[in-house]
């Protein structure tokens, strides 16, 4: 397992989005599955909570309770760290690159201004949460094909119901494809498939039905996992160039320098980022991080070339070290 905090955590996480397709449902159908979750909790019984695992189309679904806050779960599929939720303060972000996104999220438009936000991977919808907490009216869809998982996280771990949070079982790109042109102030790429990014999310022709959902100024997300030598990475960057003309990339700096495997956070957009601001930010968070952008960013592309549909591969699977 990753270490909860670690800038390791959530790498390969199994968001499945290459799979049978579901129907949608909304965020306001759950009053009843609030209840089910009290329960899980042990709320207000001095009962401590158990974990619950559930089958799922990905594999084998976990919640596990932490120990240090009281109605915290991480969830974990087949063992590898997917997310973790805090029941009590949905600000609380514990994986260091939902953290950066939280950053992101912070800076894409004033504070508490409410955004229309796409999240393309569902996990427990924590960065859905935090969105809806910071900003609240905020209007949000997330796209996660793993029907079994959203049923368990609906049930165990619901939404607010005021929250404006809807949630479609389906694919990914199939289902960005349903959202009309120029919605989304940020769209949240956060999608694993067995630990990798699914190839028909890794290409321009993806990317460039990112762009169509966004606004004018709006921002693209992408949580990426790569190790040495960081081949995948350096072509996600080279692919993100030809779409959009400003990038930034936040990363540990052993991940920088090809010594390990784990998470980068890449930000997109047509107009400039606050890259000092969010620099400032992921080098003071609890395991630090650096920003690239600019020239220092095109040189550590190298030269890669961008992912078309006709040759994109998934993101390369994880060592058995990645969550020990």
Not at 192 to 203: E, I, V, W
Not at 291 to 315: I, K, M, N, W, Y
Request: aromatic letters at 4%.
């Amino acid at each position: 397992m990753a270490r909860r905090g670690a800038s390791g955590g959530g790498t390969g996480a199994r968001k499945r989005s290459d799979r049978k397709a579901g129907s949608g449902t909304d965020s306001r159908a759950d009053g009843r599955a609030g209840r089910a979750a009290g329960r899980a909790a042990g709320r207000g019984t001095g009962r401590r909570a158990e974990p619950v695992a559930v089958p799922v189309d990905g594999g084998l679904a976990e919640l596990v309770p932490d120990r240090e806050r009281p109605h915290a779960w991480t969830l974990t599929l087949d063992g590898a760290p997917q997310s973790h939720v805090d029941l009590d303060d949905p600000t609380y972000l514990s994986f260091e690159y939902q953290r950066r996104i939280g950053h992101i999220a912070d800076l894409v438009a004033p504070a508490g201004q409410p955004l229309h936000v796409v999240h393309l991977g569902g996990g427990a919808f924590t960065l859905a949460r935090y969105i809806a907490a910071t900003r609240p009216r905020s209007t949000q869809q997330i796209v996660e094909v793993d029907a079994g998982l959203v049923q368990l996280v609906r049930r165990e771990l619901p939404l607010d119901p005021q929250a404006r949070i809807r949630v479609r079982a389906t694919d990914a790109r199939a289902g960005l494809g349903k959202i009309q042109d120029g919605w989304a102030d940020l769209v949240i790429a956060d999608v694993f498939s067995g630990a990798r990014t699914p190839a028909h999310l890794t290409s321009t022709e993806f990317l460039a039905e990112v762009r169509r959902v966004l606004k004018p100024g709006g921002s693209y997300v992408a949580n990426l996992a790569d190790g040495p030598p960081l081949t995948h990475l350096r072509g996600q960057i080279a692919t993100a160039a030809t779409v959009f003309p400003e990038l930034a990339l936040a990363a540990d700096p052993t991940v920088w320098r090809g010594r390990r495997f784990g998470n980068a956070v890449l930000l997109a957009s047509d107009l400039p980022l606050k890259v000092a601001e969010l620099t400032r930010r992921v080098a003071t968070d609890p395991h630090p991080g650096r920003v690239e952008h600019g020239r220092a960013l095109a040189d550590f592309t190298g030269g890669a070339a961008a992912v078309s549909d006709a040759d994109a591969r998934p993101s390369p699977a994880p060592p058995p070290s990645a969550f020990g």
